[in-house]
């Protein structure tokens, strides 16, 4: 069947179209299944695809290469059947979990998000009390590319005051805080927890927020005209 947004698919571009105006609406794929009539497993395939080419976009545009992390849980904590979701770890539910960390930067208009794997609460403190103890260390280093760090087991953001002003002079934290307030917003949509797609969902936010003015369905079509889904 022909679908120029979804190379070998069985599904018509107009159901394709329907799907994907869902998803721009930020329904979650039971919502997106129940709507549309297409089965969760095959939502859920398809929102983790388009993900993905969310994510690889997102990368081309950071202005240090990042390292992508897909976390791995070590201990596993409750969650539901949606192998889709993510929500943070709750304190106090497992000190065994390593917990999500990622950094918030700009340039010129656009937020950038990095999972931050060798960075941990100990020198998220510090670092937000200046302590120069830290200063050799390269995960702390790291630290002073980003105005805020998210501490998702805490479901926190701190602010390193890195910048206090983009070029324009405009408040840079105004902007750090309306991401975060976005992103805690989404992630509390999901029930349950998936490290393994942490970095997806991240991309997802950062994804939306850059393009809050613009209408996402129309962005997204763009995308997937441009870099199209496949299901091989």
């Not at 304190?91 to 960390?101: A, D, H, R, T």
Request: some cysteine; hydrophobic content about 40%.
């Amino acid at each position: 069947m022909k679908n120029k947004y979804l190379k070998g698919a069985h599904l018509s571009e107009r159901k394709f179209k329907e799907i994907l105006r869902l998803f721009a609406d930020d329904l979650t794929a039971t919502q997106i299944a129940n709507i549309s009539g297409v089965s969760r497993v095959t939502i859920n395939s398809y929102l983790k695809k388009l993900r993905h080419q969310i994510a690889r976009y997102c990368e081309t545009l950071h202005p240090v290469p990042a390292h992508v992390v897909v976390c791995s849980p070590s201990v596993e904590t409750h969650a539901d059947n949606d192998s889709d979701t993510l929500v943070a770890v709750k304190p106090g539910v497992s000190k065994l979990v390593k917990p999500v960390i990622f950094g918030i930067s700009k340039t010129q208009d656009r937020l950038h998000t990095e999972i931050l794997p060798d960075v941990s609460r100990s020198m998220i403190h510090a670092a937000t009390r200046g302590r120069s103890v830290l200063e050799t260390l390269e995960a702390t280093e790291r630290l002073r590319r980003f105005s805020g760090v998210v501490d998702l087991g805490q479901y926190r953001l701190y602010r390193l005051g890195n910048s206090f002003s983009d070029v324009k002079g405009a408040p840079l934290m105004d902007d750090i805080d309306a991401f975060w307030g976005l992103t805690k917003h989404r992630l509390a949509k999901f029930k349950g927890l998936n490290r393994n797609t942490a970095y997806l969902h991240l991309k997802e936010c950062e994804y939306r927020f850059n393009h809050r003015n613009e209408d996402l369905y129309a962005v997204l079509l763009e995308l997937l005209k441009a870099y199209p889904l496949t299901l091989s």
